[in-house]
């Protein structure tokens, strides 16, 4: 079984895809899975961790509008797409499995060439161009988000890790608590901006230190590597643990109660798996799709939403902290949070793109009689 695995650009294309590389290995540990990508992205750094090899072709942004970047498109999408077929026959691969983004348009314009089914998976509410384009070419699309209009599309969730899907939470708490230095006694915040952190939460929560400190409030605070603010000292006992970074996400979600957040797809996708409870703060740019993957958690009662411009220390004081502190509304919410979750779209995808790939066989074997 040969799969090529088209998803690059950012977290949010190349993460499930690496969830869904690791559910084929598992179910067949003789596979050849490769991965599709552009020298421009994270996946240059992430997937060779991983393990699977990466395949480069150049990357091809396409402009939301009419502008004269336009006029340069059609040359440099074919090159981008010949490159791409020619991974294809490369890797001999059976299969394209598409996460949207840069790589994903020349990556379906090169499978529709080389005639090898296409299987298209878009995490979030709004679908991107790419995938748009990838689900007129086949009928094989899924969804992580329930309310995503898209041709052909079926709601399976986003494919997470499965040290994520499999974390016990609650179980593992303690141990996760003195993995950081915090107390076993007393509630625990995640604050997170994603990979590069976020300056108007580190700046709010910073704020808020003194109050989150007297009501017995612990902080996990991941700042992100280019914020070069002074985090709170810890005093009084109450301790206030900041990083830049945490490479061990599993275990920052077994330490917390709850989550200050943004709401970028795999995020709200990780969350409701373990069942962690959120205040959502959605990225203030772009076309407001981070408060549409929120909404249906929100909406159910495993979280709450707040603007960026919204969100002050005197937020954190007033709205915020009176929820960390009532036990059982946040296990409330944890429960609500957790009927949310998919734990297991990477499995089911992975189930999906052999079922496509055993019909293909299925179809090459068959006798053409002629008529």
Not at 87 to 116: M, S, W
Not at 149 to 163: T, V
Not at 301 to 310: C, I, K, N, P, Q
Request: a neutral charge; aromatic letters at 4%; hydrophobic letters at 45%.
């Amino acid at each position: 079984m040969r799969v090529l695995l088209a998803g690059g650009g950012s977290a949010g294309h190349i993460e499930p895809a690496l969830a869904l590389a690791d559910a084929v290995r598992r179910i067949d540990p003789g596979a050849e899975v490769t991965c599709l990508g552009t020298e421009r992205g994270l996946e240059t750094r992430l997937i060779p961790l991983r393990g699977y090899p990466l395949e480069l072709i150049p990357a091809v942004p396409m402009p939301r509008s009419v502008t004269p970047k336009l006029l340069t498109v059609p040359g440099r999408l074919a090159s981008a797409v010949n490159a791409a077929a020619a991974a294809i026959d490369r890797t001999r691969a059976q299969v394209l499995v598409g996460f949207g983004g840069y790589v994903a348009t020349p990556a379906y314009l090169a499978a529709r060439r080389r005639k090898i089914p296409i299987v298209v998976h878009e995490a979030n509410p709004k679908p991107g161009l790419a995938n748009r384009l990838g689900a007129r070419f086949t009928t094989h699309v899924f969804t992580g988000h329930p309310d995503t209009q898209l041709r052909n599309g079926k709601y399976i969730g986003i494919p997470i890790r499965r040290e994520i899907a499999d974390l016990d939470r609650l179980g593992l708490g303690d141990k996760a608590r003195a993995h950081f230095g915090l107390r076993p006694d007393l509630p625990v915040l995640l604050v997170t901006g994603g990979s590069q952190g976020a300056r108007s939460l580190n700046e709010a929560v910073f704020g808020a230190a003194g109050w989150l400190r007297e009501a017995g409030v612990q902080v996990l605070h991941i700042i992100g590597p280019r914020n070069g603010h002074e985090a709170p000292v810890a005093s009084s006992g109450v301790p206030y643990v900041a990083a830049p970074y945490i490479d061990r996400m599993d275990l920052a979600y077994a330490a917390a109660d709850f989550a200050l957040c943004r709401a970028g797809a795999m995020t709200c996708a990780e969350l409701t798996a373990v069942g962690l409870p959120a205040a959502y703060v959605p990225l203030p740019i772009g076309n407001g799709e981070q408060r549409l993957n929120a909404l249906p958690i929100v909406q159910r009662g495993g979280g709450m939403l707040v603007t960026d411009a919204d969100l002050t220390a005197e937020w954190i004081r007033d709205t915020l902290l009176p929820v960390l502190v009532n036990i059982d509304q946040v296990a409330d919410m944890s429960e609500a949070a957790h009927s949310l979750g998919r734990g297991d779209a990477d499995r089911r995808l992975a189930e999906a793109v052999i079922t496509v790939l055993n019909e293909t066989k299925a179809d090459a074997q068959e006798p053409h009689h002629p008529n």
